[in-house]
């Protein structure tokens, strides 16, 4: 499996935001459906508003890090998602393009975003947290973002279930009217959660087994 960062999630398909870090105070309940809520946030400086989107999936640990981590999948989960290709991974850090389908007659968006995976020791919570960096040239034909800030956290709560919660921000380049974005933010959020909810039910990411990543024990 290669690795895959979503932390890249933007709203029309690429929109992620940093949070996790602190917690926002200001956030508004915008979506609260089939068992996934979304937040969104003013992000200070930027005319695109934040998210956190929270639900919670009947998986192992493993199963939902490798679902993250397998390319090949982005696209049956990630909304609007094109491409996701792996440029560089040592261990749990990683280098990854993603391309997003954005409707004419907007370009689709590219981001570079780089992001680690870790593990807490002692509660065994899963965080990805990524970020976008501009040290790769602009394929023809794309616009690039100039800021995309995402992350991931998996926390077991057991009997077989992990509370996954998702953030995201993005600056998205070029002219998108960002009251029509902000209007629209839990768009990216709700299906790419709904979709994961499905597929990370597969026995291939069931039985998954990835070194760097402990099981919780239950008596």
């Known amino acids: 499996m290669k690795v895959i960062t979503t932390v890249l999630l933007m709203l029309f398909s690429l929109l992620s935001l940093p949070a996790l870090a602190t917690e926002q105070t200001d956030m508004k309940l915008i979506l609260d459906k ?3 809520k979304i937040w969104s946030y003013r992000i200070p400086n930027s005319p695109f508003h934040g998210f956190k989107a929270v ?10 890090v490798a679902l993250i981590m397998d390319n090949e999948s982005a696209s049956r989960w990630l909304y609007r998602t094109n491409e996701v290709a792996t440029l560089s991974q040592d261990h749990d850090n990683f ?8 409707p004419w007659p907007f370009k689709d968006r590219e981001a570079i975003v780089e992001g680690k ?6 509660n065994l919570f899963v965080r990805i947290d990524s970020a976008s960096v501009m040290n790769h040239p602009v394929r023809a034909g794309y616009e690039r973002m100039p800021k995309v800030e995402g992350g991931w956290l998996f926390r077991p709560i057991g009997h077989g279930q992990i509370e996954v919660t998702m953030t995201g921000h993005a600056e998205l380049g070029g002219y998108v009217p960002a009251a029509i974005v902000n209007l629209l933010i839990q768009e990216h959020p709700f299906h790419s959660l709904s979709a ?3 597929v990370v039910g597969e026995q291939r990411f069931q039985t998954a087994q990835l070194a760097s990543i402990r099981e919780p024990a239950y008596n």
């Open 34 to 36: 089939n068992g996934i």
């Open 196 to 198: 994961f909810k499905e």
């Open 95 to 102: 280098v990854v393009r993603v391309v997003t389908n954005f």
């Open 117 to 122: 995976i870790t593990q807490d020791p002692n």
């Open 55 to 64: 639900t919670t999936v009947k998986s192992t640990l493993t199963g939902v």
